[in-house]
């Protein structure tokens, strides 16, 4: 298995992987990640400055992937939004769940994000989700008490962050 940088062939391959894991998990369609106006086009999205998506590739199929990207505050004033980036987007297919690799790519994209200045990291995800949650918890991620992000994910009600300097 090769973890890599998204390409724009790629697409297609990783909208079908985080619309499959919905379906599988019978998640909420409406106010998450399945319902981004962005996802069929993450290459494209992934180009912007200090931004980076990575995927998992096995056997030249895309199984799984997740990116960093600056986070858009709820409320600028209280936080420098030029410290703070959000992982997006981490979901893999069964397969290759259980293998490390989720933890592999997280430490890619915290080390993408040390890099380009950011100093918090911020996810959210769903209640039920709970094996990304102790991952997550692993990797030195902490719950706070609500959303920093306007991110549109109205069904996410779990929320963490994690100092990365």
């Known amino acids: 298995m090769l973890i890599r940088e998204i390409q724009q062939n790629d697409n297609a391959s990783i909208a079908k992987v985080i619309r ?12 998450t990640a ?3 106006p962005i996802l ?4 494209e999205v992934y180009q912007e400055p200090r ?3 990575y995927v998992v590739e096995h056997d030249g199929k895309v199984v799984g992937g997740c990116g960093v990207a600056p986070l858009e505050m709820l409320n600028p004033v209280q936080q420098d939004n030029t410290k ?6 981490m979901y893999f297919a069964p397969e290759i769940r259980g293998t490390g690799f989720a933890e592999k790519i997280i430490e890619k994209c915290l080390e993408c994000a040390r890099n380009q200045g950011f ?11 709970t094996a990304a949650q102790k991952l997550y918890k692993r990797m030195g991620f902490e ?3 609500g959303p920093m992000g306007n991110t ?11 100092k990365i300097v």
């Open 84 to 89: 703070v980036c959000e992982l997006q987007k």
């Open 40 to 43: 069929d086009t993450l290459y």
């Open 143 to 145: 719950h706070i008490d």
């Open 51 to 53: 931004s980076i998506y």
């Open 152 to 162: 549109g994910h109205s069904s996410c009600e779990v929320w963490m962050t994690k």
């Open 119 to 129: 100093e918090l990291c911020y996810l959210e995800t769903l209640s039920f989700m």
């Open 20 to 31: 499959d894991i919905f379906y599988e998990l019978n998640a909420p369609k409406v106010g």
């Open 34 to 36: 399945y319902a981004d």
